[in-house]
Every structure is written in structure tokens, then in C-alpha cells.
T-cell receptor, first 115, second 111 residues
Framework: DTGVSQDPRHKITKRGQNVTFRCDPI?????LYWYRQTLGQGPEFLTY????????KSRLLSDRFSAERPKGSFSTLEIQRTEQGDSAMYLC?????????????FGNGTRLTVT | RKEVEQDPGPFNVPEGATVAFNCTYS??????FFWYRQDCRKEPKLLMS???SGNEDGRFTAQLNRASQYISLLIRDSKLSDSATYLC????????????FGAGTRLFVKA
């Protein structure tokens, strides 16, 4: 299966700890997105990469959130000093970026629980 | 105001019914429009793109009104398997392709 892969599937952490999630996009996709989703809501945009360049970052993100895509392939999302409000499903998606919009292919997500 | 707003639902309909979902977007520079489907505890998947001239895919019809900044999805002859959350999606060309999802409308189709 060469779909979008996210790791870990589940993460339970104590408030104040740092966590890092990884996303491996579909290999030929040069666009990569991070979203956060809570129960009953749609995916909330966090950030977006075109190759290794981070082109957009939501104003909703505090300085505790950072994302990287150093070689334009896999990406990491780090949350520092986690808070209970960070508990959510974190979704990664990738798409082809030759022109315009192409469909987003999502991974299975990483479910974060902050206790 | 949210960038993409949808009917909150849920919609409860019998099999065979026709159901319509509405969506509005706030940014007039929005470039591309889509409907995604999300099953319970699954990731969203593309259902169909939405074109200005309107488009149809089997039992599904999508329409776009740029002047009113309004998007719709019509499902005819509903099936039990159509039960899911339907997400209205808009892409902004802001130098990149920021893709914004609505909160979704939950559909329950009952026998």
C-alpha cells in the first residue's frame, strides 16, 4: 500500500510534555497538509508545504506548534508543552502539485490524548 | 465568520429519498470547490469536484454559484451506504493552495 502513512496511530501524553508526529506522503506528491479534527467538526487547517517550503500556517496555531518537511518528502509535526485542548485527531494529507488543485489523500491520522 | 459554512444537520432520511446539502464560503477569491465524504472514524475522501456549470456523477449532483458564493450537493435515491458526513471544501490560491474544510453535515439514511 503506497498511501499516506502516519505514525504513531495513537499517542497518550501528560500535559506539559512534547510530542512529535510523522507523516509519509504518497511518493510522487509534492504538496503536504496538516489538519486537526475534533469530534463533530471538519478538519481544521494547520499548515501546508509545497515540497520543503512551508507556504501557509494557520493563525490559530500557537508558537507551541511547529512543522517541518526538510527534504520535501516526509514531514513532522511537533507540539511543545501540550495542553488538554490539544487532544484531537491530527490528519496529514498529500496531493500532486503540478497545477491547480488535485484531490487530497489523507492518512489514517494520529489520535492525541493529553491527560 | 467561518470561511466555509454548512448546514449542521443531522439529516435523517429514508432510503430512496432525495436530500440536498448547502454550503457557503466567505472568500470571493476561492478558486476550487469540492465535496468530500467522511465515514465514522475514517479519513475524508474526495466525493466529487464542483464546477461552475454544475456536474453530475451518478446519483450525485453538485452545483456552484460564484455570485452568491454558494455550493450545493444533491443526492438522489439515497442508499443506506450513503450514511456519512459530507464535507464542503474550498481551495484558496493565496500563493499556495490552502484547502479549507467545512464542519460537515451528517447524513443518516434509514431502511
Amino acid at each position: 500500500d503506497t498511501g499516506v502513512s502516519q505514525d504513531p496511530r495513537h499517542k497518550i501524553t501528560k500535559r506539559g510534555q512534547n510530542v512529535t508526529f510523522r507523516c509519509d506522503p504518497i511518493s510522487e506528491h509534492n504538496r503536504l497538509y496538516w489538519y486537526r479534527q475534533t469530534l463533530g467538526q471538519g478538519p481544521e487547517f494547520l499548515t501546508y508545504f509545497q515540497n520543503e517550503a512551508q507556504l501557509e500556517k494557520s493563525r490559530l496555531l500557537s508558537d507551541r506548534f511547529s512543522a517541518e518537511r526538510p527534504k520535501g518528502s516526509f514531514s513532522t509535526l511537533e507540539i511543545q508543552r501540550t495542553e488538554q485542548g490539544d487532544s484531537a485527531m491530527y490528519l496529514c494529507a498529500s496531493s500532486r502539485g503540478d497545477r491547480g488543485h488535485s484531490p487530497l489523500h489523507f492518512g489514517n491520522g494520529t489520535r492525541l490524548t493529553v491527560t | 465568520r467561518k470561511e466555509v459554512e454548512q448546514d449542521p444537520g443531522p439529516f435523517n432520511v429514508p432510503e430512496g429519498a432525495t436530500v440536498a446539502f448547502n454550503c457557503t464560503y466567505s472568500n470571493s477569491a476561492s478558486q476550487s470547490f469540492f465535496w468530500y465524504r467522511q465515514d465514522c472514524r475514517k479519513e475524508p475522501k474526495l466525493l466529487m469536484s464542483v464546477y461552475s456549470s454544475g456536474n453530475e456523477d451518478g446519483r450525485f449532483t453538485a452545483q456552484l454559484n460564484r455570485a452568491s458564493q454558494y455550493i450545493s450537493l444533491l443526492i438522489r435515491d439515497s442508499k443506506l451506504s450513503d450514511s456519512a458526513t459530507y464535507l464542503c471544501v474550498v481551495t484558496l490560491n493565496t500563493g499556495g493552495f490552502k484547502t479549507i474544510f467545512g464542519a460537515g453535515t451528517r447524513l443518516f439514511v434509514k431502511a
